[in-house]
RNA sequence: UGAGCAAGCCGGACAGUUGCGGGUAUCGUGCGAAAGCAGGUAUCUGAGGAAAGUCCGAGCUCCUCAGGGCAAGAAUAACGGCUAACGGCCGCCGGGGGCGACCCCAGGGAUAGUGCAACAGAGAGAUACCGCCGGCUUUGCCGGUAAGGAUGGAAAGGCGAGGUAAGAGCUCACCGGCGCGGGGGAGACCCCGCGGCCCUGUAAACCCUAUUCGGAGCAACACCGUGGAGGAACAUUUUGCGUUGCCCUGCGCGUUCCAAGGAGGUGGCGUGAGCCGGUCGGCAACGACCGGCCAAGAUAGAUGACUGUUCAAGACAGAACUCGGCUUACAGACUUGGUCACACG
RNA sequence: GCAGGUAUGGCGGAAUUGGCAGACGCGUAUGGUUCAGGUCCAUAUGAGCGAAAGUUCAUGCAGGUUCAAGUCCUGUUACCUGCA
């Protein structure tokens, strides 16, 4: 497994904000936006919305790991903002994970499941 | 047994699978001339009692340089001690609360001065409205009076007796306050005696007294530093280009060095007023000595996910330079020592 | 990290030196004017209880100082701003 590579500039963000499409759901919002670039390239944000600093801790950690889990099939090529919400700390990352797979495939980020 | 008080301590645990930050060792896989960077493997380690609020005190850096005084501003406020220091802590004094264990107090000065005290009330350091007493030119006026009434949060120290025309610390006893003297204590203060006769409240109003305080903060600061811009030296002074259409002069386009420095990077960064245990001194805070230990260090920011077992069913909450406190939030669990009530011996 | 500011009826926004809080404007309700609506005029309007008279609670929240607190002090909550 190779290791998440992360946005960190502040314009990647306001790239992805302004120029990508968005993708809203009740756990999280997404952000997608193609880069040019031969890897994904990830970003988490939590607001102090959220809550305080274990609430915004939590938050990333569930993300980091609904997506972590995911990141195998993810076509390359984009950048991802994950924003999280006001629910997110206090769900399992199975369930996040859950809606994830469903914002990416409309995103086209993920390939569509075979069906069973 | 029940109720209540104080102090201390812990704040989910265990197992499996899978992930993340850091250290050390190793492999010699990829890149590279090398240094090294990335990677694999093994192993160790990885949030708190408040990490929080940023309310105080320090360390550490830089600035103007601070050795002293004055002014302004701010903070603190009984007394003695502890501490690196503190506005913190301990003890004690005074006041208040509780049957008690015990708890709480911004607790200097109102006799240095100024201001304010609305409304009500006659009068708020100044007074005569009603009343009482005396006098007169008697439906009122003058004088005396703070005992009684009324107003107010507060009305001439409180209460009793004597005294008087009526009254009044006018006189006396007791109590409170003030001053002086003596005794005890390290001191705040306490106790005793005497004296004149007493003075409103407010300083979390201005103020006075005493003490303390230079400012900014790890995004501080130090180092490296593509590009671009600056300075110096050398070279060209052949040719070319730009600088005014032409000529001349000067400058730049070249090389080397120098200092500053935006993006970015590295250090600062964890051995410290450190933690644990014991002995001794002290009522205690704390100190001395001896022995042992090394316990996060990220840079978009590391502890997660899933499953099972167990119990009291998991609260408040996440390090970001580091310490000492304070304050605030908090489900609960445990230990120790006092108190009160009831019952029994 | 550091430094500040604000909070008052449904909304904006007053309240002097601490001395009767809810001024004033908007909005809302009712009535009038109009054929009808707007404009305009008049009255009422913080909340709870109550038929009314009244009564209790009300300046973000919790305490304190004071005879008396929107105002002064302490803690706390929410929001906003500035600097690096």
Known sequence: MKTIVTLTRNNDFR??????????GPLVVC??????LPVTRVGITT???VGGAV?????????????RG?????????DLVLVS???????????VALHLTRQL????????LPSP
């Open 55 to 67: 609430q915004r801790n939590r938050a990333r950690r569930v993300l980091r790991e609904a997506f």
């Open 15 to 24: 790239r992805a904000y302004t120029k990508g499409k968005s993708f809203v």
């Open 105 to 112: 495939r409309l995103a086209g980020v993920l390939p569509a």
């Open 31 to 36: 952000y997608v936006r193609k880069n040019r």
């Open 85 to 95: 919400r006001g629910k997110t700390p206090f769900v399992k990352s199975t369930e």
């Open 70 to 78: 995911l990141s195998g099939g993810v076509r390359p090529g984009y």
């Open 47 to 49: 607001s102090k919305k």
